[in-house]
T-cell receptor
Framework: KNQVEQSPQSLIILEGKNCTLQ??????????LRWYKQDTGRGPVSLTI?????NTKSNGRYTATLDADTKQSSLHITASQLSDSASYIC????????????FGSGTRLLVRP | SQTIHQWPATLVQPVGSPLSLECTVE??????LYWYRQAAGRGLQLLFY??????ISSEVPQNLSASRPQDRQFILSSKKLLLSDSGFYLC?????????????FGSGTRLTVV
């Protein structure tokens, strides 16, 4: 069964600190993995998209990594800001059904001053 | 550039009343269109997707229906709302060919059934 699991469920950090969010997936055949940021009450916004051949992709202070062998991805946030407080969702697409994305339940990040 | 519009942003409806949520995409043609629901603290669940006018695929049995009367318009409906229909509804679109880099969500509709 295709699944995406994220950890931790929630995380609280102080402003300026770094953090890493984890994503494990069992989607096959793998097509691509995305990280989205979702502010409360808003639609998700894409941060990064990685295909099978990509190991790392950055978007400003956000850096995503992908290990297709172990089926793991991480999202590293550097020098966190209060505006980073949001849910971060890992989403995986399977090659045989590219219309359908498999969503993780997200990590809720709270950055405190 | 392409944009996706979804409305209304919030909606409070009594049980048993009808529902109509609308989503439109601009700046592209023949997009794939999707409706998702997100329950509080849960992941997104795909409800319907459409690859063309009049073509609707349902992912889960439910009290809702979807229609695509025009190429860039996607409507989510219900004849009689249930309390369990409350949630956050998201519309999304992706290009027909280059799906990997073009999956975009609307801003969402918060539906509360009372």
């Amino acid at each position: 069964k295709n699944q995406v699991e994220q950890s931790p469920q929630s995380l609280i950090i102080l402003e300026g600190k770094n953090c890493t969010l984890q994503c494990n997936y069992t989607v096959s055949p793998f097509s691509n993995l995305r990280w989205y940021k979702q502010d409360t009450g808003r639609g998700p916004v894409s941060l990064t998209i990685m295909t099978f051949s990509e190991n790392t992709k950055s978007n400003g202070r956000y850096t995503a990594t992908l290990d297709a062998d172990t089926k793991q991805s991480s999202l590293h946030i550097t020098a966190s800001q209060l505006s980073d407080s949001a849910s971060y969702i890992c989403v995986v697409s399977a090659m045989d059904s590219s219309y359908k994305l498999i969503f993780g339940s997200g990590t809720r990040l709270l950055v405190r001053p | 550039s392409q944009t996706i519009h979804q409305w209304p942003a919030t909606l409070v409806q009594p049980v048993g009343s009808p529902l109509s949520l609308e989503c439109t995409v601009e700046g592209t043609s023949n997009p794939n269109l999707y409706w998702y629901r997100q329950a509080a603290g849960r992941g997104l669940q795909l409800l319907f997707y459409s690859v063309g006018i009049g073509q609707i695929s349902s992912e889960v049995p439910q009290n809702l229906s979807a229609s695509r009367p025009q190429d860039r318009q996607f409507i989510l409906s219900s004849k009689k709302l249930l309390l369990s229909d409350s949630g956050f509804y998201l519309c999304a679109w992706s290009p027909t060919v280059q799906e990997v880099y073009g999956y975009t969500f609307g801003s969402g509709t918060r539906l509360t059934v009372v």
